[in-house]
């Protein structure tokens, strides 16, 4: 085979190859400026380059985004809208979102949703309003109207729901208002309330999300006012406050508002966004013992990071940068956690990524 023959050969491979390594990536955003909905990209997960930036569907404020399990449906939150705050979209070609329904959200500022292992229920946490609901997925994709809402607000204080996770038969809502993360339990199909504090957090650090080992016996909760972070281990007695460790940086003087938590893949690193400070902390973590020990913040290389997340080979962190509108990317060094800024691309307004 001559020389060009092989480059002429080659070059049509290598493109394949590298168009193969692109995973979709979707960003849930803000409505204010020039924000449409919902966008999509792909990314290479080899380079961790982004390309083709485009609008999958259209949405009014669709903060806060989760995926099926099977990967064909997309579930979003109105954060702007009270009376259809929820909606539904299906997969319907390669780059578009085509919308199945919509219904309540049943609270004023749904701002987080997320989904059931098996795909069947949906849980939204209403910030303004302080509650959460729980839906049943259909098989086309659809949503129900709630099949349960639970009300946390008691007293002159209002509640905060700020997220909820399932995992197995538990069910978990950080409530920044009640300054609680609350635990529910699956019983004969429904959920009924465990528990309102499984630990005192102690001052008012403000619990907003969360992080949860796959082997469901640590948790780490992220406190918007307090820059910290709360872990917790699950034992057969309860729960136990295990450590308590800032976020921050020790001379750094300015606005506190912690947003989102994530484990690394091997669940031997944490990292959690500081908005203000505009930083990822990033924690080494005991394996075995579950506390953990921060080893560096790193810039954004943004304003306001909202909310970041992994990519699904764990080699990358992605982050949302709200008010300065654009995405940051970094590469994971495997061994020791720490991040290298790569890129940045410039997106209005994102505020949920999700691969």
């Known amino acids: 085979m001559t020389v060009k023959r092989f480059i002429l050969l080659a070059i049509p491979l290598f493109f394949l190859n590298c168009k193969s390594q692109n995973t979709p990536l979707y960003i849930g955003t803000g409505s204010e400026g020039e924000s449409k909905g919902i966008y999509k990209v792909d990314f290479n997960s080899k380079t961790g380059e982004v390309s083709n930036i485009t609008l999958a569907a259209e949405a009014k404020s669709p903060t806060f985004i989760a995926f099926a399990p099977n ?20 997969l319907h070609s390669e780059d578009k979102l085509k919308l199945v329904n919509s219904v309540s959200s049943n609270g004023k500022g749904p701002c987080h949703i997320a989904v059931n ?8 946490s209403n910030y303004g309003g302080g509650t959460i609901a729980i839906y049943d997925i259909n098989t086309d994709g659809s949503l129900n109207e709630a099949s349960q809402v639970f009300n946390h607000n008691k007293g002159d204080k209002p509640a905060r729901a700020h997220s909820a996770q399932f995992h197995n038969n538990d069910l978990y809502v950080a409530d ?7 635990h529910y339990v699956l019983d004969n199909g ?50 136990n406050r295990i450590d308590f460790d800032t976020t921050l940086n020790d001379d750094y003087e300015g606005q506190v508002a912690c947003a989102d938590i994530h484990l690394s893949k091997d669940e031997r690193f944490l990292y959690g966004s500081n908005r203000g400070e505009n930083t990822i902390a ?27 997340t992994l990519d699904p080979s764990g080699k990358f962190l ?17 061994k020791t956690g720490k991040l290298s800024f790569l890129q940045s691309i410039e997106l209005p307004n994102p505020t949920c990524l999700l691969f």
């Open 117 to 124: 292992e098996i795909g069947t229920k949906t849980v939204v």
């Open 71 to 90: 990967k064909k449906f997309i579930y979003a939150v109105g954060e702007g809208s009270e009376e259809t705050g929820v909606s539904s979209f299906k």
């Open 176 to 182: 920044l208002g009640n300054n609680a993360v609350y």
């Open 190 to 239: 429904n959920y009924i309330l465990k528990s309102d504090a499984i630990v005192d957090m102690q001052g008012n650090p403000g619990p907003r999300h969360f992080a949860l080992t796959k082997d469901d016996r640590f948790i780490y909760v992220i406190n918007e006012y307090g820059g910290s972070i709360t872990s917790i281990e699950k034992t057969a007695s309860g729960f």
């Open 282 to 308: 990033l924690f080494s973590r005991n394996i075995e013992d579950g506390t953990i020990e921060r080893i560096e913040n790193v810039s954004t290389e943004g304003n306001w990071p909202r909310n970041f």
């Open 318 to 334: 992605l982050v949302a940068n709200r008010r300065s509108s654009n995405i940051s990317v970094f590469k994971i060094d495997t």
